[in-house]
């Protein structure tokens, strides 16, 4: 993943998601680059946020989780974001 991208960022949610069953295709490369540090995991924002609850209706968790961190367009937004692609980014402005 590493060669794809500099960092990328994910609500817990979406990571448990994603390593919820062991053995399924991308578990081993996900699991290795959150070991290194490429994904990096920000703590899911409280369901009782109104974004949240309005993407709950139609999205699964994960996918409410990552809606609301990429509507951050700054890395070091309070909420995050979902992912920041490579350091010289044009979408975060670097």
């Known amino acids: ?5 500099g960092e990328v960022w994910v609500p ?3 990571l448990n998601e994603c390593l919820a069953k ?3 295709p991308g578990f081993a490369e996900i699991q290795k ?6 994904i990096h995991v920000h703590p ?11 993407l709950s209706r139609l999205l699964d968790p994960g996918e409410a989780q ?5 509507a951050c367009p700054r890395i070091d937004c309070p909420t995050a974001v979902a992912a920041n ?9 670097k």
Do not use: H, Y
Request: net charge negative; charged share 25%; aromatic share 4%.
């Open 22 to 24: 062991e053995g399924a």
């Open 66 to 70: 990552a809606i609301k961190l990429g």
């Open 44 to 54: 899911d924002i409280p369901e009782t946020d109104e974004m949240i609850r309005s």
């Open 33 to 38: 680059s959150a070991k290194e540090g490429v």
């Open 85 to 93: 692609w490579s350091k010289n980014s044009v979408l975060f402005g």
């Open 1 to 5: 993943m590493s060669d794809l991208c």
């Open 12 to 14: 817990q949610q979406v």
